[in-house]
């Protein structure tokens, strides 16, 4: 297949100084790179798809490493991870899940090997669907006080025969997380869920 035709990339910063509670020392940065692309399979059943998540690759490095410089440049400064995905009424829920591999794998790769999985959801939707990506840990699905997730849409996408694929990063826990559980300093890191 020919490599992903885009038509917008979106990248946006979200800071929270506080969330009703005093003022975070350092504030939270969730960041969202987001691409929107035309379907090749929008219109129609195509029993063989899997080969798209090749060609998916070079794009999910591409916005994994824009979120690293949108946040300050430094892979060491990123905590949690997410991704998503919504297609376009032409299009399958399956397509969107597409995305998995090559979206998580290019965050996994730029953040020097994080062991957790990246959480994920996806949807069909018409243009400005909403998605709350899921946020966790990036090396420790079982950190609750990076359980997240940022809201992310646009106005005029996805058309019928398009999907949005995001990918999320951010800095540190929710602002003011007092959640209990396992904490960051207490990851072992070796199985990625503690």
């Known amino acids: 297949m020919p490599e992903p035709e885009i038509r ?12 009703g509670g005093p003022r975070a020392e ?19 059943y195509e029993p063989e798809i899997q080969g798209f998540m090749e060609d998916l690759k070079p794009l999910g490095l591409m916005m994994a490493r824009r ?13 949690g991870y997410g991704k998503g995905a919504i297609v376009g009424a032409a299009g399958e829920l399956e397509h969107g899940a597409l995305w998995h591999a090559p979206g998580g794998y290019a965050m996994r790769e730029v953040l020097g090997g994080a062991k957790a999985i990246v959480p994920s959801a996806k949807k069909v939707g ?12 990036v090396n420790a699905s079982y950190v609750r006080s990076h359980f997240d997730s940022m809201e992310i849409g ?14 999320v990063m951010t800095t540190g826990p929710r602002v003011h997380s007092r959640s209990g559980g396992l904490e960051a300093w207490d990851i072992k890191g070796e199985d990625g869920l503690r």
Request: no cysteine; charged share 25%; hydrophobic share 50%.
């Open 67 to 79: 979120l690293v410089e949108a946040l300050g440049g430094d892979p060491a400064r990123v905590e």
């Open 8 to 19: 917008k990339l979106l990248t946006v910063v979200e800071e929270i100084r506080h969330e």
């Open 126 to 137: 018409g243009a400005g669907a909403r998605l709350d990506v899921p946020v966790t840990h």
């Open 154 to 167: 646009l106005n005029d996408a996805p058309r019928a025969d398009e999907m949005v694929l995001v990918l």
């Open 26 to 44: 350092r504030p939270l940065l969730r960041a969202a790179a987001v691409a929107v692309i035309k379907n090749p399979f929008a219109g129609r």
